[in-house]
Antibody, heavy 126, light 110 residues
Framework: QVTLRESGPALVKPTQTLTLTCTFSGFSLGTNGMCVSWIRQPPGKALEWLALIDWDDDKYYSTSLKTRLTISKDTSKNQVVLRMTNMDPVDTATYYC??????????????????WGQGTLVTVSS | QSALTQPRSVSGSPGQSVTISCTGTNSDVGGYNYVSWYQHHPGKAPELMIYDVSKRPSGVPDRFSGSKSGNTASLTISGLQAEDEAHYYCCSSAGRYSWVFGGGTKLTVL
């Protein structure tokens, strides 16, 4: 059974750096084709895809947030970490991690996410 | 890119059918057959219900179906059940490593 769980601070101050950890089980990022994405949802707003890391340590970012995001993995710990710099109140959101897999026939990830974690709410406030 | 447009809410009685729309552009929904739908009960993890416009993962009841016409995708839930009450989100590929989601639709089972 594949499960994912997000963890990190519930409250960060403006200008600080947010560090979130996605701890998963039931698969390994050392296995060909495995990928993990981060997705967030500000209160009352749409979900927003943020970043993806694959088994080969390739990293992809949302164009609009690319300069602020860093995604990394620790395969031995079954963890993916997302760092977001220069946090602002507009970054207040529930942050989710989700598994994606790679379609080797098409040369791109499958265009769906699942399973997901339950999410962690991060509030940015002084 | 802008979020996909979904109705804020829909409702239906048990046994009825409801359809949730998801409107995008030629750069996302209209440009790819890669629309997915997610069910989200509060406090739980979102769950994949439909992928690649109309495919169902194993375990998802066939009461859930998806379709697309032009820049608008749709999720239809037939034979509504109380447990279907949740938020539903659509998602579309917008490029090779780019995805855009909808704002979500709250389904109320009356």
């Amino acid at each position: 059974q594949v499960t994912l769980r997000e963890s990190g601070p519930a409250l960060v101050k403006p200008t600080q750096t947010l560090t979130l950890t996605c701890t998963f089980s039931g698969f390994s990022l050392g296995t060909n084709g495995m990928c993990v994405s981060w997705i967030r949802q500000p209160p009352g707003k749409a979900l927003e895809w943020l970043a993806l890391i694959d088994w080969d340590d390739d990293k992809y970012y949302s164009t609009s947030l690319k300069t602020r995001l860093t995604i990394s993995k620790d395969t031995s710990k079954n963890q993916v970490v997302l760092r977001m710099t220069n946090m602002d109140p507009v970054d207040t959101a529930t942050y989710y991690c989700a598994r994606t897999t790679y379609n080797f026939l098409s040369g791109r990830p499958y265009n769906w996410f699942g399973p997901w974690g339950q999410g962690t709410l991060v509030t940015v406030s002084s | 890119q802008s979020a996909l447009t979904q109705p804020r809410s829909v409702s239906g009685s048990p046994g009825q059918s409801v359809t949730i729309s998801c409107t995008g552009t030629n750069s996302d929904v209209g440009g790819y057959n890669y629309v997915s739908w997610y069910q989200h009960h509060p406090g739980k993890a979102p769950e994949l219900m439909i992928y690649d416009v109309s495919k169902r993962p194993s375990g998802v009841p066939d009461r859930f179906s998806g379709s697309k016409s032009g820049n608008t995708a749709s999720l239809t839930i037939s034979g509504l059940q109380a447990e279907d009450e949740a938020h539903y989100y659509c998602c579309s590929s917008a490029g090779r490593y780019s995805w855009v989601f909808g704002g979500g639709t709250k389904l109320t089972v009356l």
